[in-house]
């Protein structure tokens, strides 16, 4: 239909602009329709693509021995968390046995690890040992010299004998040698 068979069939001129302004506005409708359908036509078919691609490489996978891998993981996640535990525990038993010993005034800390009985000291959650006390309690007694004596009154030494340095040849050499003024 054009516009002169419009106006043929009795409507004016600007009747028959406006049924084709109409028309338009209905063309332009359906052709954003028809690209939207289009994009949505792609978009399928891509995702098609992917999915059988996805299809064809689940073909080749091994499920069996993806999920003995995924077993064997959760396993060995599981042992390395115990193994950071012992870790940390271990750390933290040491560091409280080290300030322990220090606050027993030991000398020689390795040493005296060497003469405990550390099966029998235990680490409470307060970061306090139990059995610790006796131990060092017997080995002040016995091996006194591990153990810095809290009874020894400091010994003060006296300051060395000096003499003065002016007036010393020894000095006034140096001092000459290089290119100062002699005392």
């Known amino acids: 239909m054009n516009k002169k ?3 043929d069939a009795g409507l004016t001129e600007e009747q028959a602009d406006a049924v084709f302004e109409m028309h338009g506005k209905d063309i332009e409708k359906l052709k954003t329709a028809a690209e939207a359908d289009k994009a949505a036509q792609d978009n399928l078919t891509t995702q098609l693509a992917e999915a059988t691609q996805q299809i064809e490489n689940f073909k080749g996978m091994d499920i069996e021995g993806v999920k003995a891998a995924a077993e064997e993981y959760k396993t060995k996640a599981a042992q390395a968390k115990i193994d950071a535990d012992a870790q940390v525990a271990s750390l933290k038993y040491d560091h409280a046995l080290s300030d322990a010993l220090t606050s027993a005034k030991a000398i020689n800390k390795k040493a005296l690890r060497a003469l405990l ?3 029998t000291i235990k680490l409470k959650e307060d970061n306090t040992f139990e059995g610790l006390d006796d131990q060092i309690t017997k080995l002040r007694e016995s091996d006194p010299n591990q153990f810095h004596d809290e009874t020894v009154d400091p010994h003060i030494v006296a300051g060395a004998q000096s003499h003065s340095v002016i007036g010393d040849k020894a000095v006034d050499a140096a ?3 290089a290119g100062l003024p002699g005392t």
């Open 175 to 177: 001092r000459t040698a």
């Open 117 to 119: 009985d550390e099966k």
């Open 5 to 7: 068979q419009l106006i």
